[in-house]
């Protein structure tokens, strides 16, 4: 007797099984979307990838494997012509399982395989990375005093996210935070009024 597959047994026997899972694939191909038992769709699932993969090669060589397990054509162009371009930047992940509840008849759990065709969307840099990247660029024009000093005051948001308690605490946080603006402009003026003098 013939070593089982991994997995839950599909058919009969092997045949069957290859059988019934490429007449599952045409069926995914041609109509983007089945409905099916939970069981077979996790089964279909890699068969279905490893076809898209193939097809994505787009050789003469690729072509000729998918059709030794598909034996329709017409879904073979399909599947090389319209589904394998839609899919070129993505790196894997070209189906989704949903499942969708029992069947009434038996209870058996159901599940909707589609083909993922969405246009991929690349991911954002993390924070961490970014802010390290900040901190060893150094800055190579420094802002008047002014500036910075407008910069440092913090805004009311500023002062609630800074974990002032109530807006009391805010309004002192903020005359704090001016007070020391105008101490640090104070020996500036003096130093300009020297300078003017001499």
Do not use: C, W
């Not at 509840?101 to 990375?129: F, H, W, Y």
């Amino acid at each position: 007797m013939p070593k089982p597959t991994k997995g839950p047994r599909l058919g009969g026997g092997p045949a069957h099984e290859r059988l019934l899972l490429a007449n599952l694939a045409a069926a995914l191909f041609t109509h983007k979307s089945i409905k099916t038992t939970e069981t077979k769709a996790k089964r279909l699932r890699p068969l279905a990838e490893r076809l898209i993969t193939f097809a994505k090669r787009g050789d003469l060589h690729a072509r000729r494997r998918v059709l030794s397990v598909i034996g329709d054509k017409e879904v073979v162009h399909v599947l090389f012509t319209e589904i394998a371009p839609l899919v070129a930047d993505r790196d894997g992940g070209y189906t989704r399982i949903t499942k969708v509840g029992n069947r009434k008849g038996d209870n058996a759990p159901m599940a909707q395989i589609e083909l993922v065709l969405e246009p991929v969307t690349p991911k954002a840099k993390s924070t961490k990375k970014s802010a390290a990247s900040a901190e060893k660029a150094p800055a190579k024009e420094e802002a008047p005093a002014e500036e910075t000093a407008a910069e440092e005051t913090p805004t009311e948001d500023e002062a609630a996210e800074a974990g002032a308690e109530s807006p009391e605490e805010g309004a002192a946080a903020e005359a704090a935070a001016e007070d020391a603006v105008v101490e640090d402009e104070a020996p500036a003026a003096d130093e300009d009024a020297e300078a003017e003098k001499a």
